[in-house]
Nanobody
């Protein structure tokens, strides 16, 4: 059974850091692209960062470039999103998703290109 489970969210002050984890089970990450998306109240879900595990190619949304870093640990079958210099506008529920598409296509295109999603983890940036 394919599952993606996010963890690591929480409340952090502006300028702080968090590391999100996306633990996969039921399949190997090595053959897919994994994307991180976020959805704030009243807004559409948007692609934040995606990584093609097969090629290590990555994509970052302009709003997070230089602040967020996506990485993976194949031994743990887990993808991480390191978030630094957090801003209040980063507040959202963060989801990870699996796709056969490349990172640019997944992150910048339709969320329909992902076939499995995690349940999400809340990130709140506030003083």
């Amino acid at each position: 059974q394919v599952q993606l489970v996010e963890s690591g969210g929480g409340l952090v002050q502006p300028g702080g850091s968090l590391r999100l984890s996306c633990a996969a089970s039921g399949f190997s990450l090595d053959y897919y692209t994994i994307g991180w998306f976020r959805q704030a109240p009243g807004k559409e879900r948007e692609g934040v960062s995606c990584i093609d595990i097969r090629t290590s190619k990555t994509y970052y949304a302009d709003s997070v470039k230089g602040r967020f870093t996506v990485s993976r640990d194949s031994a743990k079958n887990t993808v991480y999103l390191q978030m630094n210099s957090l801003k209040p506008e980063d507040t959202a529920v963060y989801y990870c998703a699996r796709s056969d598409f490349g990172p640019n296509t997944l992150c910048a295109g339709s969320t329909l290109r992902a076939d499995y999603w995690g349940q999400g983890t809340q990130v709140t940036v506030s003083s």
